[in-house]
């Protein structure tokens, strides 16, 4: 069974920083591209940052500079490192997993494997 349990969220000022873990079971992390998309209220998911097989990451446009996504390997944990939030980055943030393998497709439904959620609030 296949999970993934994301952590580290919670309550920032602006230009504060967090760092979301999500811990996969049941599924190598390192076999797929892997992800963060968020959503917040009243607007549409967006994926945020990706990572693919070979380590190459994609970032959206607005937390790039500001976001690392990175990947332990070993212990089979995605990383989204967060600094200089702004208000906009508020959302509830979702690990993603089982995506084409060089992160060519970025949609949600491209992803088969999610986790909960962690909420991400940034005050101005």
């Known amino acids: 069974q296949v999970q993934l349990v994301e952590s580290g969220g919670g309550s920032v000022q602006a230009g504060g920083s967090l760092r979301l873990s999500c811990a996969v079971s049941g599924y190598s992390a390192s076999n797929a591209c892997v992800g963060w998309f968020r959503q917040a209220p009243g607007k549409e998911r967006e994926g945020v940052a990706f990572i693919d097989v070979a380590g190459k990451q994609t970032y959206i446009a607005t937390v790039k500079g500001r976001f690392t996504i990175s990947r332990d390997n070993a212990k089979n944990i995605l990383y989204l490192q967060m600094n200089s939030l702004k208000p906009e980055d508020a959302a509830m943030y979702y690990c993603?997993?089982?995506?084409?393998?060089?992160?060519?497709?970025?949609?949600?439904?491209?992803?088969?494997?999610w986790g909960q959620g962690t909420q991400v609030t940034v005050s101005s």
């Open positions: 993603a997993a089982g995506g084409s393998r060089y992160c060519v497709r970025l949609r949600g439904p491209d992803f088969s494997y």
